[in-house]
């Protein structure tokens, strides 16, 4: 078998691992926190759209365009939005939405692939492809209903694209690298970060000769913008004003901003990443960052999201996600750059840690913890671990083998919850309550029993409860009144 086949081979398993790990078992995983209030946007911004209403197209400040087209697609393709609860139909019509967005992932991870191998060769856009496939919280991300892969999917695609338009000169890739950045704005407002980096970096490269590329791409950018957010072209001057108190607000207004203070809001992210990537990219990433032979394009934008990611006073480890492209990149520099022998060794290892994150997490990856960390047990004690709806989604099915007149009490993660279950539930503790639903979050490290006190199940990673259904048997007085 020729070198080239070869690598087409690799490439083809590496990217059936991508598919395979995100698509099984989809729809009875999560309904992330956001996922049902992204829903139901979607389908706001679908009739706005039918009845030419495109003032309402602008839903959130994010403001999360690229999803709710992918939702309201599904939507308009299953005509079931006003039968979402107490019914199979949110299940279903999750699950198609889950679907979209991956093979939307896909698509980008095949171009990201490419782009790579026109600049760096075949065996970095291999090594890149395997560890994006495989890294196991970025899996389980990207199986949410959620804005941050997707931007961060769309982002670094963009500026892989200017790139490769610094080296060849290709007017369609400034092109591309323009419609990819509206779609990443689209998604989410942290990915202006990439167009700052790409405006900055096409000047000081191309300098006199950076005008050209640079007004094709935002020529590129503002149609795209503009024909797929139609509210920005019916009101033009309030939703720019909205999106622009969203970026301030970003960066000032967040009451995680009071939780996370000094040492654990300046070190926020290098913690979050200790704990949630494979120890092996890791630990080449930070080889990476050191070694002069590493891009040094990307050590100085990994540097610059970090700082960014740092100031906001919005902490939440999913927020890490927009991180990991650039640190896997950089791991992959350092991977390639060794022997084969060793090379082969950490290969094996990370692969060892995925099928570990398989066996103890599946399908909720997003509950990846890395074991190096000392997992969910230090996270909690240290105030760094987060419940985003990950187990709720069991914990409601467990409760459908109840009497569906048994009323359930959520105090926490309501929506992740409501969907899935089919019985009688509230915000509100009263003595009429039969369960409560506790969980574990990074401001109640411990589960107690707050409002009843006999544990019935428990669900969460093998050997490491989470959330915490306890019967109301014996009923403790309301702790807020």
Not at 21 to 34: K, P, T
């Amino acid at each position: 078998m020729t070198i080239s086949n070869k690598y087409w081979l690799l490439l083809a398993f590496t990217f059936a691992l991508f598919l395979g790990l995100r698509l099984h078992s989809l729809g009875n995983d999560i309904s992330n926190s956001d996922a049902a209030r992204w829903h139901r946007r979607s389908i706001k911004f679908l009739e706005a759209i039918k009845t030419a209403n495109y003032k309402e197209t602008y839903q959130h400040y994010q403001p999360g365009v690229t999803l709710m087209w992918l939702d309201a697609i599904n939507f308009q393709l299953n005509k079931s939005w006003p039968y979402l609860e107490n019914s199979d139909e949110y299940v279903k019509i999750n699950r198609q939405t889950q679907q979209l967005i991956t093979f939307t992932l896909f698509a980008l991870l095949l171009l990201q692939t490419q782009l790579l191998r026109i600049m760096y060769g075949k065996r970095i856009s291999l090594l890149y492809s395997f560890f994006i496939a495989t890294e196991p919280y970025l899996l389980g991300i990207d199986r949410w209903v959620h804005l941050t892969s997707l931007e961060t999917y769309f982002g670094f695609t963009a500026m892989l694209a200017f790139f490769v338009y610094i080296n060849k000169k290709n007017p369609l890739l400034a092109i591309l690298s323009g419609g990819l950045l509206a779609l990443a704005v689209l998604s989410k407002l942290t990915s202006l970060i990439f167009a700052v980096f790409i405006i900055i970096t096409c000047v000081v490269i191309l300098r006199k000769r950076a005008i050209k590329p640079l007004l094709t791409i935002f020529t590129t950018f503002i149609l795209v913008f503009v024909l797929l957010f139609p509210a920005f072209g019916a009101a033009p001057l309030e939703v720019g004003t909205n999106l622009l108190i969203a970026v301030t607000k970003a960066v000032g207004e967040d009451i995680r901003g009071q939780y996370f203070t000094g040492f654990k809001s300046l070190f926020y992210y290098p913690i979050i990443l200790f704990f949630k990537l494979s120890a092996v990219t890791l630990f080449l990433a930070i080889m990476s960052l050191t070694n002069k032979k590493s891009p040094l394009w990307l050590k100085v934008f990994f540097s610059l999201l970090l700082v960014v990611l740092t100031l906001a006073d919005k902490k939440i480890d999913r927020y890490s996600i927009i991180l990991f492209p650039s640190i896997v990149l950089l791991a992959v520099f350092a991977l390639n750059q060794l022997n084969t022998k060793l090379i082969a060794l950490l290969l094996v290892t990370h692969f060892f840690i995925l099928v570990f994150g398989i066996y103890k997490y599946s399908p909720v990856y997003s509950a990846f913890y890395s074991p190096i960390s000392g997992s969910e047990q230090i996270a909690l004690k240290t105030g760094f671990y987060e419940n985003s709806g990950e187990y709720f989604a069991q914990a409601a099915m467990y409760l459908n083998t109840k009497p569906r007149d048994e009323v359930v009490f959520i105090p926490n993660n309501y929506e992740a919850f409501s969907y899935f279950h089919k019985g009688k539930r509230t915000r509100e503790f009263s003595p009429q309550v039969n369960y409560v639903v506790e969980s574990v979050d990074f401001d109640r490290p411990i589960s107690v029993g707050t409002y009843c006190n006999k544990l019935e199940k428990t669900f969460g990673p093998k050997g490491i409860p989470v959330v915490f259904v306890y019967s109301c048997q014996e009923v403790k007085p309301n702790p807020i009144s």
